[in-house]
């Protein structure tokens, strides 16, 4: 930040040809330095308003042009602090017309910021084109990292954090989510995905029938707003409370990783070393047994030790 502004300052803004670099804090108007030639990703609030960083609103207020997903919800952001940069509409609608137009802006040496409806740009939106252009372009990119709703879900949930998969939204229709469900059943990590109100109740419903309803997970509703709401439970359970529902606003779903595979009973191991040995070696039958039930070869080779020991005095 660079300072305080004359209050005086006049209200006509870029839209008017004139440069407003500047933005307000708890009514004071602060001068923000024109921000750097190259494309600004610019993390904004959720929800909450308030969670927006200082970097970010002197970003906001540096730039030449701000590109974002639907200028009536970004100009609620500046509005309320009292940003006065022209926004542009870029989305998955009219990205192939609007990215040469921002690319030659770039490449004239301006500076663009690139921020989504709420949280960090290019998660599940088609922002990741336009860093790919700017890059192969030779322009300087850089984030301005803030608030994510895949994270804020993540640490609420209570679910192990330390390596996750994010797979945005499933496919809409039950035999191509089921399918995909299916992939991921086994991946070693926590699962992040987003969701939509009416599909919520048919997704946990698949979801434990594909990954086990056992499976801990977390249904995180409106995170950062009024109504936040978080339910926990596993699969099963999430879907049989939401069976019916048609919850509104933004969901992240977290489901933890695969539960740990029981133990195969003796019997069992009894039953596979007996049917192993009739056709091998000792030796070949512990490799082959300890290896289709995922079991140490010492302990194995031990079992099977004692079964043939029990045959011999039988």
Excluded: W
């Amino acid at each position: 930040m660079t300072g305080l502004v004359d209050k005086r300052h006049r209200t006509g803004g870029a839209e008017q040809g004139g440069e407003d670099r500047s933005y307000l804090i708890a009514g004071a108007r602060l001068a923000a330095p024109k921000a750097r030639a190259g494309l600004h990703v610019v993390a904004t609030p959720i929800g909450n308003l308030g969670d927006i960083t200082l970097r970010a609103l002197e970003t906001l207020a540096g730039a030449d042009v701000i590109a974002c997903e639907d200028t009536r919800v970004s100009s609620r952001l500046l509005a309320r602090y009292g940003i006065r940069v022209p926004l542009l509409p870029y989305h998955e609608h009219n990205a192939a017309e609007m990215r040469p137009r921002l690319i030659a802006r770039l490449a004239e040496g301006g500076s663009v910021a690139l921020i989504s409806d709420a949280g960090t740009p290019l998660v599940s939106d088609p922002g990741f084109r336009l860093v790919r252009e700017a890059i192969a372009a030779g322009v300087h990119v850089e984030a301005v990292p803030g608030p994510s709703a895949l994270l804020a879900a993540m640490v609420v949930s209570g679910l192990p954090t330390d390596r996750f998969l994010f797979e945005g939204f499933l496919p809409p229709k039950q035999v191509g989510r089921l399918a995909r469900l299916g992939e991921l059943a086994a991946v070693p990590a926590s699962l992040v995905m987003f969701e939509t109100g009416p599909r919520l109740a048919d997704s946990l419903a698949d979801m434990a029938t594909a990954l086990g309803g056992g499976r801990p997970a977390a249904v995180c509703r409106e995170l950062t707003k009024l109504h936040e709401e978080v339910r926990r439970g596993t699969l099963a359970e999430l879907a049989a409370a939401t069976a019916g529902e048609e919850p509104r606003g933004e969901i992240v779903v977290v489901v933890g990783p695969p539960l740990p595979a029981a133990a195969p009973a003796e019997a069992d191991i009894d039953s596979a070393l007996v049917s192993a040995l009739a056709s091998a070696s000792l030796k070949d039958a512990v490799a082959e047994v300890a290896a289709a039930l995922g079991l140490p070869r010492r302990a194995v080779y031990q079992r099977a030790l004692d079964l043939t020991k029990g045959h011999k005095h039988g």
